[in-house]
């Protein structure tokens, strides 16, 4: 082994902060999506009075819910519908139009909206269905409605949805054909799933869950869940924004306006999503490791990840959530004190806590003092705090606002179970009195049924989050205290590094000259090496006379390596030797490599024998990048080795890389604890590997034509890294 | 490298069957737990006529629910209570009495117990608190209260406990102070905290879920889990068990009667279990890495496991798998059919399905067209079946019955939502027929509030269980294919080597003499030797002469490792060479490395130089044991390297162990994929690993003098396996 070139010096970072142009949206005319949610008058087209109709619905909805403009029912049929004159035409209402809702046969659609053009309509919602959910033909007609609706300026939600909710007391509408209104709240809900928004508004019913707005965006042929976001991120009604996706049409997009609405610490609003589908595509199939491993919800976690957005798995986290999100402040660390009645449930709730990162408080003396003094013998005044099964109100009370004060707690979470003393009500209107008095977040667990069910319900109009056991308020204080990190992260930027394109350029150039889309690892080296990266030292033997001077300049031992565009797998044929000694050893491998391989590859192209530095063991990791095809490249980070493959220990974001996400993918992974080192190993050098992750941001986002690339293994040191050998697949 | 002798040949597979002398647990008397359960009269100690006392609740609850036998209230101020006459004592009483409800100060139980004792009463139950769960003075009347009760044969619940609820019709006995009775049910629950009994039964009324009997057994004085494990395996009224321990007494009982409950064919019982304090205690202190990653928490994992109890972290858990596993069938195979009325559902039930390791069914040509010919063109006939928002009864009716029908379904879940047309209880109604007729499970998720909720209430009555999302529903299936496989699993029993239990011993004996624990590498590989393990070829070099015909008998090249019982950190010292080639280098390294030793360790007892085969590369894996302080010894399995600390991807089981406990290990770590054989190599030979497990476990049954062992690493290959490190601790 043998001393390579300093790593850090091989690197030389060049600071030179300058921020990329961020892919902007197409941002959609907030006029256009005032006249949706807020119109002053709606054109109802196939308002119906027959009782079950769709059109029947949606009309009684808009009428009995107390909508502040003026309805417009069309239907040629009738005169009047529910006592409401009717129109035969969109024509031939004789005042302005802003909001026109179409409930009829898809192939009626086009000449509604054209209609709708004349009219000068700003927004229109298409209940129907019968689009490109049927097939080929109603995706034609789809786009041609699309068209139309652009053409005209426009504003279509839909088709195929539920239709939109607006609880604001200004505008109250009702523009669904669900069986029942949203109470009002500052919950904002989309759905992709029309179906799932019936059952939604039923649940929520019953857990005095409130909606600002809720919107099902259906087929999404124009609105989409971006424009959306744009318009609820400043809805002064919407506190927290929750959404049901089957995928995302624009993800830089969306990680742009979801970043935005996420961080901006003035009026910063939490984003949850459902993203259903993670199972339904698998990995695609791919040339590099970093392309196999990147399966489409690899995707989403990167996106959601990167956009502040918070990734929940189930509707009931998603309520779960937005219940305290709405509510409660964010924990400013991650120290939870427990209040409880009953020991059994505050050992659940502690190891609930453990197990979703978060610490138990441990109370200042004064603390302890107070709870002595406040509490019988018997009782525990350590965190968990235990009250006894005994406890009343008072006993409650005290407790709960002796560790609300202390400074070592972030969070809490009371505990009741119903014993036989236990004055229920008068606990839950002790806890909403302490209610946002200390600027912590509350969360209960009344465990029970019947008896428990008053308090509750008071605790939730009180806007105290309740869940039924004591782990779903330790995941939800999890999540909470997940969102405070992410408002309170140190904001980085992209580093752009002075690097050689030409030289990249160069190469690219010359291997499309010659038909071929990958390159070999010599190829790719020498791309790297023009980014910067801390290549080994190497060189191509063309002939047995240059291995001599090539032995020098790197330094024995030597690694050597058959060179060839038309070999992709080196071991198979012998074509790798570590250890390589001396220059006659070299000059005797050279020899028995090339006519191995020139025996086994008789039609190969052989470039040579790459004469390379052996590097010094460290860690290995893994960098990769690949290209989705709908969001780009992406940027890959892992432990090396078979690991990478056996155990997925990988963890993705998508290119361009900002500092803080390169230094969150090293720390990500389950296996960091190998980087940070173990029985007293050194760390490895954390900056060198963020720096690589942020060079290879640099190289994909700057060359396109790159599809998949592998750096495999990236070798980790106390100072520095080496690559030790890479891949690159060009775009066809 | 050298090719090693086949390790087939070095493990010598003695296949003589026997089984172990399992503990047997004492066995309680039945009629004793009969005499608690089912009594014909009842004397309740501190029965009392004031409101709000607990000697009321008690009196109260066992007067108003039905019991069948004779109530004698206890107490000397009154005359009688409720109406009911009292006696001054339980001596007083003039009839037998059965079971005796003690409900007084701490401090007067042992006298009461006395009076019991001498009325030849059989059972007690002690709701009393103040015992061991108040310090050294409780804890010290607690042994004196178990003593008296031991020596009188009377069976004691409690102390400090809810009481106990038996709803057998024959029975009817609520001897609890809880707020409600529990509602008749197969389901038996049994908890370590009382506290929580009162909220659960509160919480079960409300979700229609019935017990057999309902147990609170506070500090376990005398009956413990086992022994009401051992009664309600039995009890035909329960069909389900379920446990809240915070500890468990007797693991390897535990073990024992759990397995006999949960495999029996013809009677078998799921049990089900929440074991809370999984993080209260982190691993302790130890000189191994087997002991460093053996947690409480890994213990009870490994227990729970080898008793085919299902351990679950949560209460509501616990509830969703009781519902179904007390009412439905288990699943044949893990092939799911979902059915549901809206797509997004039917994605997040499919996603569901897939994270928990369930298989979607691929439905056959004649269901796919019996389906086509019962549903729009629009529906999806392809699993998950969505039959459309307009579905109503007779489509849904028509679809399930379809679905169940079909070969390759094992289990259903089916989803609703509320739609306009949707006929809600007509669908349960028609689910509920179908329920049981096709020996399938069915699971439901109606999603939504009041709309469903008469619907849902159909379907639980009628044994089928509901769950709020689909998410839910997949969690359960994926439980009950667990159990079913528990159930259908092949039964093995421990395999017993031929040995030579003298070489082991003569090797212990010697390291006690020298006044030594830690046995060193050279020691710890001649215990493995004689215990039949395949450990590499080696010899001790005591001087510079022995090296010579070592390396002969070895094969070039060599290991050479320092051996000293007093150098615990071999290569600190530069103590082991790798990749001797030769006779002269390997003398160089003998002088260099004793010269080396001594002068850094100039006290220690240098035995001299272990002179060892090299290893072929293989795949790493680490073997240990420990013994834990309340389960005796257990064996560990992981993957090698520096992996198994930063990844802990490790298992435990308690010895002795079964073969396909054995095997079972080998599969569960997340690394088996690298042990199977990642990108086309040949998989690690198992039949090897399972082999050493087994060895191991024998080897620490049979020497209870081994606290802590290593074989790291043992050297996977395709053919057999080769131990190419270890070490032992020896208990003081």
């Not at 090293?666 to 050194?682: D, P």
Request: charged share 25%; net charge negative; with cysteine.
């Amino acid at each position: 082994m043998t001393e390579e070139q300093s790593p850090s010096q091989i690197i030389t970072p060049v600071f030179k902060l300058k921020t990329l142009e961020a892919t902007r949206a197409r941002a959609r005319a907030s006029r256009q999506l005032k006249s949706l949610f807020e119109p002053a008058s709606i054109a109802i087209v196939g308002a119906s009075a027959r009782q079950g109709a769709v059109g029947q619905a949606v009309f009684r909805n808009l009428l009995l819910n107390g909508f502040t403009g003026t309805l417009y029912p069309v239907n040629h049929r009738h005169h009047s519908i529910m006592g409401v004159k009717t129109y035969p035409s969109v024509a031939a209402i004789d005042d302005p139009v802003d909001l026109a809702i179409l409930i009829v046969p898809a192939a009626s659609v086009p000449a509604v909206l054209e209609d709708c053009a004349g009219k000068g309509v700003n927004s229109a919602i298409i209940i129907s269905a019968g689009f490109k959910e049927t097939g080929p033909e109603g995706r034609e007609l789809e786009l041609r409605v699309r068209q139309q609706a652009r053409e005209a300026g426009i504003a279509l939600l839909g088709p195929n949805c539920l239709g939109l909710i607006n609880t604001d007391p200004k505008v109250s509408m009702n523009a669904t054909f669900a069986r029942s209104m949203a109470q009002p709240g500052n919950i904002a809900f989309m759905s992709q799933s029309g179906a799932l928004c019936t059952s939604i508004l039923d649940y929520a019913g019953t857990q005095n869950i409130g909606f600002s707005k809720f919107i099902s965006f259906g087929n999404k042929a124009d609105i989409d869940e971006n424009d959306l976001l744009r318009y609820l991120g400043s809805d002064p009604q919407t506190q927290v924004i929750l959404m049901y996706v089957e995928d995302l049409g624009n993800g830089l997009d969306f990680i742009h306006i979801a970043r935005e609405i996420t961080s901006e610490q003035e009026r910063c609003k939490p984003i949850l999503a459902l993203k259903s589908g993670r199972t339904a595509e698998g990995a695609r199939a791919a040339a590099s490791h970093t392309g196999s491993l990147a399966g489409t919800d690899e995707v989403y976690d990167a996106v959601m990840a990167q956009a502040g957005v918070l990734r929940v798995d189930t509707v009931q986290e998603l309520f779960d959530y937005a219940m305290a999100f709405a509510n409660q402040p964010m924990p400013r660390h991650d120290r939870v004190a427990i209040v409880t009645n009953a020991g059994g449930p505050g050992i659940m709730a502690t190891d609930a806590c453990v197990r979703q990162g978060l610490k138990l408080a441990e109370f200042s003396e004064a603390t302890r003092q107070t709870l002595q003094a406040a509490l019988p013998p018997a009782a525990s005044v350590k965190n968990p705090v235990d009250v006894l099964g005994d406890a009343q109100h008072d006993r409650y009370q005290s407790t709960l606002e002796a560790v609300l004060k202390d400074e070592n707690t972030d969070g809490l979470i009371v505990i009741l179970t119903p014993q036989n003393m236990t004055d229920i009500e008068e606990i839950a209107r002790g806890v909403t009195a302490l209610n946002l008095r200390y600027d912590k977040p509350i969360l209960a667990s009344f465990m029970g049924g019947t008896d428990v069910a008053a308090g509750v319900r008071l605790l939730r109009q009180h806007g105290v989050p309740h869940y039924p056991f004591p782990e779903g308020a330790a995941r939800v204080m999890r999540a909470m205290r997940t969102y405070r990190r992410w408002l309170d992260r140190p904001r980085t930027e992209e580093r752009i590094f002075e690097v050689n394109r030409a030289e990249v350029q160069r190469i690219f150039n010359r291997a499309r000259s010659e038909g071929r889309n990958r390159l070999p690892e010599l190829e790719a080296m020498q791309v790297l090496a023009a980014y910067g990266f801390p290549v080994l030292r190497s060189g191509l033997a063309r002939c047995r006379e240059d291995v001599a001077e090539l032995g020098q300049q790197v330094g024995y031992p030597l690694v050597m390596k058959i060179a060839s565009p038309d070999i992709l797998h080196k071991t198979d044929i012998g074509g790798v030797r570590v250890g390589v000694t001396d220059l006659p050893a070299a000059e005797e491998v050279f020899d028995d490599m090339m006519a191995r391989a020139r025996a086994k590859h008789p039609e190969a192209n052989i470039w040579g024998i790459n004469v390379q530095q052996m590097a010094r063991r460290g860690r290995e990791v893994i960098l990769g990048a690949t290209r989705d095809p709908k969001f780009g490249p992406m940027v890959m980070f892992g432990l090396g080795g078979i690991y990478t493959e056996a155990l997925k220990d990988v963890t993705f974001r998508l290119a361009p890389l900002r500092q803080l996400s390169a230094r969150h993918m090293l720390e990500e992974i389950r296996g960091r604890r190998i980087l940070e080192g173990i029985r007293g190993e050194a760390p490895a050098d954390f900056d060198a590997l963020q720096e690589c992750l942020e060079r290879l941001s640099q190289l994909v986002i700057e060359f396109p034509a790159i599809d998949e690339l592998d750096i495999n293994p990236l070798i980790a040191y106390e100072n520095g890294a080496a690559v030790a050998d890479a891949r690159i697949i060009l775009g066809a």
